[in-house]
């Protein structure tokens, strides 16, 4: 059924940034808003859903991420690391509590968040994936699903 699984982390995503950041989100058009990847958080998935869910974004968002949720007083890279994190737990935590049969039978790693430009993401998780762009404070956040079929 991952045909219809990007309308649910869609959901997710909305959700998360609505209750963790106190936004409203929702997704934007990929071929006019192109994520940087500066800081990614990922977040791996493990038993009924095999795969790893990623959020990528720019600097300047992952730290006004981390302020949303912290306050003013979040300025140091570890504590944007750990708020971008728990951004992308969320996310992959809610997703998958959606997905009928899947919650109690898939879990998740303890995220990982990778900072700099320089970098080539590959992930062993061959298969599907989806990904849905969305803005926050005008920036855009890439959210991508990679998984085994």
Known sequence: HEENWLPILELSVEEVFGIMLNCKVRPVAKSEHEANTEFTAMVGLAGSLS??????????TAYQTAKSMLGDTATSEEEVADALGEICNMIAGNFKNKLAGTDEMCMLSVPTVISGGQYTFRSMAEGNSMETIILFEDAPVAIRLQFES
């Open 51 to 60: 795969g790893i869910l990623t959020v990528c974004c720019d600097t300047k």
